[in-house]
């Protein structure tokens, strides 16, 4: 049966690529064969970035979403109320020996690439050079005493010599996709400021949600690869995806979901309807 969802970061108002993509899970959820009264839809706030995220964005993207036609089951889980749990999922990634901690601020992290003569880069910036993985468990403990902050980062090379053997993905856009985390290197699972990161984060709620589908933009691609190490590591199921194209205007530059003057609400205010949004998304069966 299926199990989806859209989860959204109130980081400010919907924009059109963030409607579009909430229209592609919901048309997804919609057109599967599975009897209405299982297949679930789910709605997801990703709050965990006390930085960015506001209690007003929420209200307003879910008044948005609902003015949109999506409906979900109750009821809506808010990221931030579960931290302890990310927390107890990265001390169990810890205690394996999958998790080191980085004390390196993005500057050190560019004057170590400098010195390196460069590094590759991948979708989150340049690849971490490493710096923090070879520091012995003394001098670690010593500077964790001694109150200087830190992250967690995966031990990724640890992590797929655990895993062995080839890692894929299903995706109904790209079909059978080879995982390539390298693309990602020691990703970040535990960030200095808030506790977790998103991809700690997503990779636990879809799987405790029990998620089955996941519909998400092309810009998320790139984490699938990290997402589905993670999955393994922590025997969680493997969901099926599909990444959806990124919307475009009528130039050919790509809409964002931020940094946009038009939002959704903007439209609206404009007198445009949901069923003309609909249609100019291309979703107007919905
Ligand atoms: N919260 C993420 C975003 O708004 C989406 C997470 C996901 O669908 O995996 O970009």
Wanted: glycine letters at 6%; aromatic letters at 8%.
């Amino acid at each position: 049966m299926m199990i989806t969802r859209f989860a959204p970061s109130p980081t400010g108002l919907l924009h059109p690529g963030h409607a579009f993509s909430a229209l592609s899970a919901w048309q997804r959820f919609r057109d599967s064969p599975d009897d209405v009264a299982e297949k679930r839809f789910l709605l997801r706030i990703e709050d965990i970035d006390f930085n960015r995220c506001r209690e007003d964005y929420e209200t307003m993207l879910i008044e948005d979403l609902l003015w949109l036609g999506l409906e979900w089951e109750p009821p809506v889980r808010r990221q931030s109320e579960h931290l302890a749990d990310f927390q107890k999922v990265a001390d169990d990634l810890k205690t394996r020996g999958f998790l080191y901690p980085c004390f390196c601020t993005r500057k050190d992290i560019l004057r170590e690439i400098e010195r390196a003569g460069g590094a590759p880069h991948g979708s989150e910036g340049p690849i971490y050079p490493g710096t923090c993985r070879e520091l012995s468990s003394d001098e670690a403990a010593s500077r964790i005493e001694a109150s200087e902050t830190f992250a967690l980062r995966l031990n990724l090379e640890k992590s797929l010599a655990k895993i062995g053997g080839e890692i894929t993905w299903q995706d109904e856009a790209a079909g059978t996709v080879k995982a390539e985390p390298e693309l990602l290197g020691d990703a970040v699972l535990v960030r200095k400021d808030i506790g977790t990161s998103y991809h700690l984060a997503v990779v636990c709620d879809d799987a405790w949600q029990g998620i089955t589908h996941i519909t998400r933009g092309l810009d998320l691609f790139e984490s699938t690869h990290l997402h589905r190490v993670l999955q393994e590591l922590l025997d969680f199921p493997e969901p099926m995806y599909f990444h959806h194209e990124l919307i475009r205007d009528d130039s050919g530059k790509r809409l964002a979901k931020r940094d946009e003057s038009e939002t959704l609400r903007s439209w609206r205010e404009a007198g445009i309807s949901a069923a003309e949004v609909k249609k100019r998304l291309g979703f107007e069966k919905l």
